[in-house]
């Protein structure tokens, strides 16, 4: 027992003497929009989609490394825009949608494993991340005409991803990640009428980002 708990005094002080590195960064790249199913408050027929263009993100993100832990946890903004751009069902439809996300991030840098830099450039390491947040979106419909208009929502969103950290220099990192980010569904109401409703069905969001890490 006496062992147990100068092992965990020793960590602690470990823990205590490790400075934190605390961070900004910054990123832009392509972010696509599966197809949504969506209903209307007057047209549920089964089968309706919205189809949409890659678009182009960017955000940036403050953050911390925790101690001596392989671990980062940061907040992040981030805006994304995709153009509806659907002709071929019956129900196609022109527009975009846009929105903006404020998001907390939980990294693990895998660093220091075995082997693991026997494939790597000993300054190129992997992490994964989870997050979770709110979006906020906006939607504009131009076409079909019934249903043009435009409205807002925010709505709860959570998201993973794997990238890779290249250290340039000891302050900078090269940063080249992907994730896919889902929110819950988005009742947009209002958007031809005080009581109409535009309900899409879980919008999931795939990007490919690349940044610039500046570590203090």
């Known amino acids: 027992m006496k062992k147990l708990i100068l092992a965990v005094f020793i960590g602690t002080c470990v823990m205590a ?26 047209n549920s027929t089964p089968g309706n989609k919205f189809k949409y263009d890659v678009g ?3 955000g940036a993100a403050i953050g911390t490394s925790i101690g001596s832990l392989p671990i980062r946890i940061e907040v992040e903004y981030s805006s994304r825009k995709n153009d509806i751009n659907d002709r071929k069902s019956s129900y196609g439809g022109d527009g975009d949608m846009t929105s903006t996300a404020l998001m907390v991030n939980l990294y ?14 000993e300054s190129v390491y992997p992490y994964v991340f989870i997050g979770v947040g709110g979006v906020d979106a906006e939607i504009k419909v131009s076409s079909p005409s019934w249903l043009a208009g435009t409205a807002s929502e925010t709505v709860f969103a959570g998201q993973v991803g794997i990238g890779f950290g290249l250290e340039i220099t000891d302050h900078i990192i090269f940063d080249l990640k992907g994730r896919v980010m889902m929110t819950e569904d988005i009742e947009f ?20 980002l690349a940044g610039i890490r500046f570590q203090f």
């Open 108 to 121: 693990y840098d895998f660093k220091n494993f075995d082997g693991l830099y026997d494939y790597l450039f």
């Open 189 to 208: 109401t209002g958007i031809t009428s005080p009581t109409s409703k535009l309900e899409l069905d879980k919008p999931i969001f795939a990007e490919v």
């Open 17 to 42: 003497q490790a400075k934190p590195r605390p961070y900004v960064s910054v990123y832009g790249g392509g972010s696509g929009l599966q197809e949504t199913d969506w209903s209307y408050t007057y």
């Open 56 to 58: 182009g993100v960017y």
